[in-house]
T-cell receptor, first 114, second 111 residues
Framework: NAGVTQTPKFQVLKTGQSMTLQCAQD?????MYWYRQDPGMGLRLIYY???????DKGEVPNGYNVSRLNKREFSLRLESAAPSQTSVYFC?????????????FGDGTRLSIL | TQLLEQSPQFLSIQEGENLTVYCNSS?????LQWYRQEPGEGPVLLVT?????EVKKLKRLTFQFGDARKDSSLHITAAQPGDTGLYLC???????????FGAGTRLFVKA
């Protein structure tokens, strides 16, 4: 999707390995989000960043850390990957400050933990 | 915990049929959004409804927000194979940052 770029698109890890998922936007939106999507469970919020310099926990933050490097970039780190973290991860952005704005999503990172 | 329940979870229909997807919650939302997601891609916004009782139309798609702003429906008239995808509803509160997503309805339209 235009505006939100996620890397990598696919990744296979072994249990205990670490990795960082990258998200970059070119829409100059102030809020950024990380979700995971699992079958039958919809999108669940892991962490979000309301604006540059702030981050907050979402619904399922355990096992993850985030960094809002600048206004454009928001990374998600798995320090010690576990099979339960096998999922599709989506980064989203939103122009907060204006009510009822939609979220714009990247195309996702498909992560498998063996 | 706020929940948005979508039904049905899966729907397989013939081209030309009509269908309705439901999104229900016990919570009141300031706005509700419908997204469509295709395989290998992220969700894309279809519509946002904000006023209780509001009806919005997008070509063959009709969206309605319940009077109490707790539920919504998506009606597709004369479905086409191009409508195939995962439909997600999402509820939000003004000023909040935690949008709640339903689990989705997976629609398959056969030619």
């Amino acid at each position: 999707n235009a505006g939100v770029t996620q890397t990598p698109k696919f990744q296979v890890l072994k249990t205990g390995q670490s990795m960082t998922l990258q998200c970059a936007q070119d829409m100059n939106h102030n809020s950024m989000y990380w979700y995971r999507q699992d079958p039958g469970m919809g999108l669940r919020l892991i962490y979000y960043s309301a604006s540059e310099g702030t981050t907050d926990k979402g619904e399922v933050p355990n096992g993850y850390n985030v960094s809002r490097l600048n206004k454009r970039e928001f990374s998600l780190r798995l320090e010690s990957a576990a099979p339960s973290q096998t999922s599709v991860y989506f980064c989203a952005i939103e122009e907060r400050g204006r009510s009822n704005q939609p979220q714009h999503f990247g195309d996702g990172t498909r992560l498998s933990i063996l | 915990t706020q929940l948005l329940e979508q039904s049905p979870q899966f729907l397989s229909i013939q081209e030309g049929e009509n269908l309705t997807v439901y999104c229900n919650s016990s919570s009141v939302f300031s706005s509700l959004q419908w997204y469509r997601q295709e395989p290998g891609e992220g969700p894309v916004l279809l519509v946002t409804v904000v006023t209780g009782g509001e009806v919005k139309k997008l070509k063959r798609l009709t969206f309605q927000f319940g009077d109490a702003r707790k539920d919504s429906s998506l009606h597709i008239t004369a479905a086409q194979p191009g409508d195939t995808g995962l439909y997600l509803c999402a509820g939000a509160h003004t000023g909040g940052f935690k949008t709640i997503f339903g689990a989705g309805t997976r629609l398959f339209v056969k030619a």
